[in-house]
T-cell receptor
Framework: QKEVEQNSGPLSVPEGAIASLNCTYS??????FFWYRQYSGKSPELIMS????GDKEDGRFTAQLNKASQYVSLLIRDSQPSDSATYLC???????????FGKGTMLLVSP | EAQVTQNPRYLITVTGKKLTVTCSQN?????MSWYRQDPGLGLRQIYY???????DKGDVPEGYKVSRKEKRNFPLILESPSPNQTSLYFC???????????FGPGTRLTVL
């Protein structure tokens, strides 16, 4: 059974701070890793993808992957109240056919 | 505008009454998938399709059917809905296997 674990939160940070979201996964053969943002009542929206070890930056977002530790994280710099949402970690199977999602971490950014 | 559409967006039905939730994408994507989202359980994959006439089970396929006769459409069929299928359903599509999936707006289904 493939598992993706996330702290459910809520993670509360003040506006302007760095928010750090973490995810661990069980399938050592996983090849692809994604972060989705989901606002309340809305559908998930892809914000980052990462495929190799190390960091990947896109604007205020940085995804970090460590396959040896089976760990992926998302850093949000200069957090804004509009970043308040649930962040879903998703891990692609080694067979390139299915995504397994974590249950999500709720982020609250206070003005 | 590139999008995934689902219909209906909201549906209340009764146990045993067959229903179909439609999903259509206009991005010429090969990969399409259905998920259900439940509080405390997160997003779980029901079925996916790698291409026309190619479908396979996800993690929670029991009680559901799908078909992929055209590239753009991937309907979800509940032949005999039960109350435990009350959930929020999302259709998603991707141009490359499961990567970078675009999600539809969701269908909230209530089975009484």
């Amino acid at each position: 059974q493939k598992e993706v674990e996330q702290n459910s939160g809520p993670l509360s940070v003040p506006e302007g701070a760095i928010a750090s979201l973490n995810c661990t996964y069980s399938d050592r053969g996983s090849q692809s890793f994604f972060w989705y943002r989901q606002y309340s009542g809305k559908s998930p929206e892809l914000i980052m993808s990462i495929y190799s070890n190390g960091d990947k930056e896109d604007g205020r977002f940085t995804a970090q992957l460590n396959k040896a530790s089976q760990y992926v994280s998302l850093l949000i710099r200069d957090s804004q109240p509009s970043d308040s949402a649930t962040y879903l970690c998703a891990v692609g199977s080694s067979g390139y056919s299915t995504l397994t999602f974590g249950k999500g971490t709720m982020l609250l950014v206070s003005p | 505008e590139a999008q995934v559409t689902q219909n209906p967006r909201y549906l209340i039905t009764v146990t045993g009454k067959k229903l179909t939730v439609t999903c259509s994408q206009n991005m010429n994507h090969e990969y399409m998938s259905w998920y259900r989202q439940d509080p405390g359980l997160g997003l779980r994959q029901i079925y996916y399709s790698m291409n026309v006439e190619v479908t396979d089970k996800g993690d929670v396929p029991e009680g559901y059917k799908v078909s992929r006769k055209e590239k753009r459409n991937f309907p979800l069929i509940l032949e005999s809905p039960s109350p435990n299928q009350t959930s929020l359903y999302f259709c998603a599509s991707s141009g490359r296997s499961y990567n970078e999936q675009f999600f539809g707006p969701g269908t909230r289904l209530t089975v009484l």
